[in-house]
Structures are given as C-alpha cells and as structure tokens.
Nanobody, 122 residues
Framework: QVQLVESGGGLVQAGGSLRLSCAVSGRFFRINTMGWYRQTPGKQRELVASITSFGLITSADSAEGRFTISRDNVQKMVWLQMNSLKSEDTAVYYC????????????????WGQGTQVTVSA
C-alpha cells in the first residue's frame, strides 16, 4: 500500500506563505493524480489543488493565483506553495494520492495522509 506523510504546516500571519510537502512511500505500480485537500470542523473535505502524473493541474477558485501545486515523480513528492494566506485558509490540509497497486490492476485506490494543521492569524 501507499503511505503519505505531510509536513510544513504551522501558524502564519495573514499575507504570509507556507509550503506544504507530502512524501509518498510504499509499494505500488503507478501513482496517477495527487492532490491537496483541506477540512475545517463541521465541513466536508474540499479539494484545494490536484496534479496528474502528466502535470495537468486543477485548482479550487479559492486557490487560483495564490496556491501552486507541484510534484516530482522521481522523488515521489508533491508540494503546495501557499502565498497571500488568508484567515479563511485555516484548516487541516491533507495530501491524497490515487494509485494503481500492480501492473495487472486497472482500478485506482486513494490513500490519504494524516493531515497537517495550517492556521492563519488575522
């Protein structure tokens, strides 16, 4: 299976920046889409940005122009650079990876990291 470990969260003032990192480990045939999601208490987890293995990026409207997702397939890492942070960006951020376990399987499985807290003070 695939394990994801996030890092880089913390407390930052509004207008500041943070860079989240996610390291992938474990046994798999291929990782397809990787993404960052966030969740606040009482709300559903929402997509922040995702990136396919070919580099196609999808971003939430709230992230456009401020957040940048990137990945390195060799290092098996994905990052989220967050600039111009706002108090409403405060959430637990989760890394996700859609992977294919073996060469003879067609279905994807999603793995999640444990989450990293991002707190933006006004």
């Amino acid at each position: 299976q695939v394990q994801l470990v996030e890092s880089g969260g913390g407390l930052v003032q509004a207008g500041g920046s943070l860079r989240l990192s996610c390291a992938v480990s474990g046994r798999f045939f291929r990782i397809n889409t990787m993404g960052w999601y966030r969740q606040t208490p009482g709300k559903q987890r929402e997509l922040v940005a995702s990136i396919t293995s070919f580099g196609l990026i999808t971003s939430a409207d709230s992230a456009e122009g401020r957040f940048t997702i990137s990945r390195d397939n060799v290092q098996k890492m994905v990052w989220l650079q967050m600039n111009s942070l706002k108090s409403e960006d405060t959430a637990v951020y989760y890394c996700a990876a859609d992977f294919v376990a073996s060469a003879w399987q067609r279905t994807e499985t999603r793995s999640w990291g444990q989450g990293t807290q991002v707190t933006v003070s006004a």
